[in-house]
């Protein structure tokens, strides 16, 4: 083991790695904080994996990390079906030619895989092997939360991974966007904009269920971005009554002729939503419609091609210098790196709680802004 000099960090205790290559001049682990810094320019072959929800601008992801990697004469392997793919030794060299054609294509071309064996120390062991029999030094992992977790045990296992944040739901810790976000607002935009048409020519209420997982950012971008009358979102309480209310006197005032909710998935779904809006009293004509998985494919925007460009492209100059442990972002439009496991005074993502549990530090929430502003433009007079 080599005491840790850089940074501040100072080694606590001796290294426990299944592979630790002498290529690092410096480990920087303490109780709290675990990433490797290594010699620069000595990893030689590194590998690219998508896990989680797939999210437009993942192959941009993987195309920057494979174009960069090999200007800086380093080989790539792609690895399909995330962490399973690992498992199973479904691994292959990627070069130029094999991503000439990816960057503008939705989805991921090495295909996505929810594998919860590899929060198993078995699982991992058996993934290693796989890292080994191919020579494989350094992983990016492109994903969200989860799969940042799988990076911070590869890293431990003596396998530096840098993690990017690919998903569509934006809630992801350590970064203002992430890889797809972009792209799905910009699809549920489109859609909205469909209904719209629809709504007006009938004069209909429609309640337009949005993904996000528990985060509201789809809703409230694409809300604004469409002219929704209504946002209501996980992050702020709303009352069905006033939903109502708000439906109502739009028509009565005869200020709207119709009226658009975008619904984030996190509250509930469309038909139950309308369900108790009904309950509660609406008379319109109402229609309930959820967007569903079509928002989460799609050929990427130009914006999330530019991310994914320029965190895939980071991954490796973190590799290269035989940095791992750490998850790639973009706060104010400076690209950044954090730890993925520390202490959230040290900045890192994610802390171990006394019962070795998972805690977020600084959990992402949807800037609520756009909540006021959307209030705001429809004159609702609320906070
Ligand atoms: P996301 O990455 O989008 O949050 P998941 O939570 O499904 O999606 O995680 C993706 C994959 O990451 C999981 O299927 C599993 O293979 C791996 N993973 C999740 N949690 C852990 C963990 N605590 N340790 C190691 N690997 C994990
Ligand atoms: O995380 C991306 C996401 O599309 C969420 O918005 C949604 O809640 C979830 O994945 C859907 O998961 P599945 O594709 O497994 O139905």
Known sequence: STLCVENGFTLKKPIK?????????????????????????????????????????????????????????????????????????DIFKLDAKRVENILSRGGTFLQSARYPEFAQLEGQLKGIEQLKKYGIEGVVVIGGDGSYHGAMRLTEHGFPAVGLPGTIDNDIVGTDYTIGFDTAVATATEALDKIQDTAFSHGRT?????????????????GIASGADQIIVPEEEYDINEVVRKVKEGYESGEKSH???????????????????????????????????????????????????????????????????????????????????GTAEEGALFSLTTEGGIKVNNPHKAGLELYRLNSALNNLNLN
């Open 17 to 89: 790695l299944f592979k630790f290559k002498a290529i690092y001049n410096s480990l920087c682990y303490n109780e709290n904080v675990k990433y490797i810094k290594g010699v620069s320019g000595i990893m030689k072959r590194i590998a690219v994996l998508t896990s989680g929800g797939d999210a437009p601008g993942m192959n941009a992801a993987v195309r920057a990390v494979v174009l960069k990697a090999i200007s800086e004469g380093i080989e790539v392997f792609g690895i399909n079906r995330g962490y399973a793919g690992m498992v199973e030794g």
């Open 206 to 222: 429609f309640v337009v269920e949005v993904m996000g997982r528990n985060a509201g950012d789809i809703a409230l971008w694409a």
């Open 259 to 341: 009226h658009i909710i975008v619904l984030a998935e996190g509250v509930m779904g469309a038909e139950e939503f309308a369900a108790k809006m009904k309950e509660a009293g609406d008379t319109s004509d109402l229609r309930a419609t959820n967007l569903g998985h079509v928002i989460r494919g799609g050929s990427p925007t130009a914006r999330d091609r530019v991310l994914a460009s320029r965190m895939g492209a980071r991954a490796v100059e973190l590799l290269r210098d035989g940095i791992g442990g750490v998850a790639v972002g973009i706060r104010n439009e400076e690209l950044v790196e954090s730890p993925i496991l």
